[in-house]
Every structure is written in structure tokens, then in C-alpha cells.
């Protein structure tokens, strides 16, 4: 079970149960019960946060969201940092330039090679001012290749939607899409028609 599974099952509890919180209700007896599950619900959502701790120490940050709604999970000390993207362009870079680190207020040391690695954001709005955020040099490049799998994905998916059918104006996932022997057939019959067949 993931987080958000644990919350929904939480929120349809409490959905459930409300009645019990009611003074003519509010018996010990389910009050009792109400309190040692969402105890234990609580204990789920403490081992989920320690499992995905565990997994930034062990793999790196996580990219999700779409390309025009990006959130990075970095882990900073001990914790889940979470970067919400918007409308801002992710960029991954990297600069020995002090004039920009320090416009950018990028915060961290460089790499041996003098580079500082960072996040620019961009706006899209010419009244916001962009912004960076450090990361390391193992840092970006698992977020490159991170980048490289959410553009992927969702360049799959935009050449897999479903469209309607010229031929025959179902979805293409209702016909197939291939109508080749219908379309010779009506062809045939163009060709008996036009020769008098």
C-alpha cells in the first residue's frame, strides 16, 4: 500500500465512522476502535515515509508529474525535500559562473571540478524571476535520466491517443485503423463500374 492508497482509505474512515463522533454516539467502546486504527494508519504512513527515504539514499532524487507540471524530490537533510515546478521551465545545468549562481541564489558547493550543479526554473510570465536550486553532480545526472523517461513517456502518449477512423469513423481502437482489403475491394468495384463490367 502507498501513501495515497493509506490517506483515501483514512478520508473513507473518517467518511464511515463520523457518525460515532456524535454525542449520543460517541460510545468508548467505538471511539476505542476509531483510535487504534487511525493509529495504525499513522504507523503506515510513518514506514511509507522511512521506505522512501530509504530509496532516495539508495537510488537518488525522483522526478514526477508531466513535463509542464514537474515536482523533484530531493532528499536534504534526512527528509523529503518536494520542488513544485508549475509553470516554470526545468532545466538542468551546470556553472562556474559566481554572477549567476549568486542571481539564481543557488546554495551548495561546487563539484572537484569547480562546477556547481543546479535546477533553473523560468518562468513563463515576465514578471516572475527564475530561480535555482542546487543539487549534485550524481544528483543531476540521475535527474537527467529521469527527464529523458518522463519525455519519453509522454511522447508515447501522445502518439498513442486515440483517434477517430477516416474510413469508417469509428476509433481507431474500435476498427484497427486497417481497412486495406475493403478499400481495394471498393476499388474493384470503381474499376467494374467505370468499365462497364
Not at 33 to 55: C, G, P, T, V, W
Not at 59 to 69: A, E, I, Q, R, V
Request: net charge negative; charged share 30%; proline share 3%.
Amino acid at each position: 500500500m502507498n501513501a495515497l492508497q493509506t490517506l483515501k482509505t483514512i478520508r473513507d474512515d473518517v467518511e464511515n465512522t463520523k457518525h460515532w463522533l456524535q454525542g449520543s454516539f460517541a460510545n468508548p467502546s467505538a471511539l476505542s476502535n476509531m483510535s487504534a486504527r487511525f493509529q495504525s494508519y499513522a504507523q503506515q504512513l510513518k514506514e511509507l515515509e522511512a521506505e522512501r527515504i530509504q530509496d532516495l539514499q539508495e537510488n537518488g532524487p525522483k522526478l514526477s508529474g508531466t513535463l509542464s507540471d514537474m515536482t523533484v524530490t530531493l532528499l536534504r537533510d534526512g527528509k523529503e525535500k518536494h520542488i513544485e515546478f508549475g509553470e516554470y521551465t526545468f532545466k538542468l545545468d551546470m556553472t562556474d559562473n559566481q554572477e549567476k549562481i549568486k542571481s539564481l541564489k543557488i546554495d551548495g558547493p561546487p563539484d572537484a571540478e569547480g562546477m556547481t550543479h543546479f535546477i533553473e526554473a523560468s518562468p513563463g510570465d515576465w514578471g516572475q524571476m527564475p530561480w535555482g536550486v542546487w543539487i549534485s553532480k550524481e544528483e543531476s545526472t540521475k535527474l537527467h535520466s529521469e527527464f529523458g523517461r518522463l519525455y519519453e513517456d509522454e511522447e508515447d502518449d501522445y502518439y498513442n491517443q486515440d483517434s477517430k477512423c477516416t474510413f469508417c469513423g469509428a476509433m481507431d481502437s474500435e476498427c484497427g485503423g486497417d481497412h486495406g482489403d475493403e478499400m481495394r475491394e471498393i476499388q474493384r468495384e470503381a474499376l467494374r463500374g467505370h468499365r462497364g463490367w
